[in-house]
Nanobody, 125 residues
Framework: QVQLVESGGGLVQAGGSLRLSCAASGRTFSNFGMGWFRQAPGKEREFVAVISRGGGTTNYADSVKGRFTISRDNAKNTVYLQMNSLKPEDTAVYYC??????????????????WGQGTQVTVSS
C-alpha cells in the first residue's frame, strides 16, 4: 500500500504560481513513477504530468507544457508540481498518483494504483 497526501492548493490570480506537494508513505516511494492529474467540475480526470522513478524522465500534457514542472525528492518521499503562469482553465482538483505499470502507460488512469485525496486549485481571472 502507498498512502498519498497532497497539499499546497489554494486560490490564486491568473498569472500567479502555486507549488503542490504530494507526500507518500508505505511502500518504497522510489519504486514508483509518480503522476499528477486534475479534474475540473463536469469534466473527466485528465493527465497533467509524470516523472519516472529516479526523476530522470518527465512528460507533460500539452496544455501545461512550459508552465508546469514536476519534480521529486526520493529522500523525502515527496513529489512536487510547480505551476507558473496559471490560467483560469487550470482550475481543478489536482491529484497525485503512483504508477503501477510500466512508465510507457503513464497517460492512462487505470495504470495508477494509488491516489491521493486531491487538493483544490482555483485560478481567478
Amino acid at each position: 500500500q502507498v498512502q498519498l497526501v497532497e497539499s499546497g492548493g489554494g486560490l490564486v490570480q491568473a498569472g500567479g504560481s502555486l507549488r503542490l506537494s504530494c507526500a507518500a508513505s508505505g511502500r518504497t516511494f522510489s519504486n514508483f513513477g509518480m503522476g499528477w492529474f486534475r479534474q475540473a467540475p463536469g469534466k473527466e480526470r485528465e493527465f497533467v504530468a509524470v516523472i519516472s522513478r529516479g526523476g530522470g524522465t518527465t512528460n507533460y500534457a500539452d496544455s501545461v507544457k512550459g508552465r508546469f514542472t514536476i519534480s521529486r525528492d526520493n529522500a523525502k518521499n515527496t513529489v512536487y508540481l510547480q505551476m507558473n503562469s496559471l490560467k483560469p482553465e487550470d482550475t481543478a482538483v489536482y491529484y497525485c498518483a503512483a504508477l503501477s505499470s510500466a512508465y510507457s502507460g503513464f497517460r492512462r488512469l487505470e495504470n495508477y494504483g494509488y491516489w491521493g485525496q486531491g487538493t483544490q486549485v482555483t485560478v481567478s481571472s
